[in-house]
């Protein structure tokens, strides 16, 4: 069965990324279908109603860069005879059922089309009336979602996901706050990506305010943090304290991280950045061989490390020996570029004797 999944523009990577870790962290038996801007179809096997039930509850849940997922009706040309043409001849079963009301709504992403939306919305609202529905604009028992991209999706709203949540934990809004936080939901993304499930181990060696941390506490995760500032670890324990986590808080060096090897199954981090960062390092060159090492060292073999920078760290992760599956790059603003680097340590080594 094929599902959309409705992405924000906020990125023209990590969105999709972040969908797939979060099929692959919930078990589901997925691949990839297709891809336009800021919509992601993807066929996930098994029992419909088990994989609708994980994708509107944890998947859901987890998500950050999404906002709706669909089940998709049909895929066909971005033009407004092949839409109609669609909504003709779709069957509604597994989709409506009988006695249920409708409602039509159509997504224009970008510059993808140039015709009106309500037009194309009342025509398929048309189309399901004469199959025998009603529709019911305010109330409706099922939400008809119409995407309109480079093509066009049609499927029913799933579920959508609480970006308010997000906001909500904006940095400014925390019983702590420091300047130099990721904003909620691109730390929560990219505690995503680095595929951690409820229960195991996270660490965040450069935690500051504990912004990383929180997202992944929140996914159920047993969250770590380490900082080299006293009163940035005080600050963390307040804010993780709000939100009631499972954590463990240390003031220290991430080039130093009091941890056994093999230990920890995903780093998170966001380590100091250019000029104006306070660290605990003769240089951000030594802080960065130093603490990729040590994440290297302290990481599960299979483990996922994500490092935030404003420079490239993958040359320190792979001397450390990790390696890299991706680089993602966000400009953030005029002045700020981040780099996103995924990397996995190796399966196969022999770290025992490490
Ligand atoms: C960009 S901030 C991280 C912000 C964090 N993600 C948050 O949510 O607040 C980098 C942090 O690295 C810390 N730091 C600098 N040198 C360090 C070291 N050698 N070991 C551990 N932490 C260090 C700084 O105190 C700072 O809090």
């Not at 706050?177 to 060696?205: C, Q, Y």
């Not at 599960?300 to 994500?306: D, E, H, T």
């Amino acid at each position: 069965m094929l599902y959309a999944f409705e992405l924000s523009g906020e990125h023209e990577e990590l969105p999709a990324a972040e969908v797939l870790a979060c099929l692959k962290i919930e078990g589901l038996d997925f691949q990839p279908h297709s891809r336009v801007d800021q919509c992601l179809v993807v066929d996930i096997a098994g029992r419909e109603e088990d994989v609708e039930k994980t994708l509107a509850g944890s998947v859901t849940g987890r998500l950050a860069m999404t906002h709706h997922i669909l089940k998709v009706v049909g895929i066909t040309e971005n033009n407004p005879d092949a839409v109609l043409k669609l909504a003709e001849a779709f069957e509604p079963e597994g989709y409506i059922i009988e006695g249920e009301s409708f409602v039509v709504r159509a997504k224009r992403i970008k510059h993808h089309v140039d015709f009106p939306c309500e037009y194309l919305e009342q025509k398929i609202g048309g189309c399901i009336y004469r199959k025998g529905f009603r529709a019911n604009l305010k109330n409706p028992d099922v939400e008809f979602r119409l995407i309109l991209s480079e093509k066009a999706v049609l499927g029913t709203l799933l579920s959508s996901v609480d970006r308010s949540a997000y906001e909500a934990r904006t940095p400014q809004n925390k019983p702590f706050f420091h300047p130099g936080v990721l904003m909620p939901r691109v730390a929560r993304a990219l505690t995503n990506l680095s595929e951690i499930k409820t229960g195991e181990l996270f660490l965040d060696p450069f935690c500051g305010t504990a912004g990383i941390l929180v997202e992944a506490g929140l996914v159920g995760a047993r969250v770590i943090g380490i900082d080299a500032q006293e009163k940035l670890v005080l600050g963390a324990h307040m804010n993780l304290e709000a939100y009631e986590l499972d954590y463990l808080l240390m003031e220290g060096d991430a080039c130093r991280i009091p941890l056994k090897d093999s230990t920890i199954n995903a780093v998170v981090t966001d380590p100091p950045y250019g000029r104006s960062a306070a660290i605990l390092a003769g240089s951000l060159e030594e802080l960065y061989s130093g603490a990729l090492e040590e994440i290297h060292r302290v990481l599960k073999p299979g483990g996922i490390a994500v490092v935030v920078s404003d420079k490239a760290s993958f040359e320190y992760g792979e001397k450390a020996g990790l390696k890299v599956l991706e680089i993602y790059v966000q400009r953030v603003h005029r002045s700020l570029t981040r780099i996103i680097t995924i990397f996995r340590k190796d399966m196969e080594q022999n770290y025992s004797e490490s």
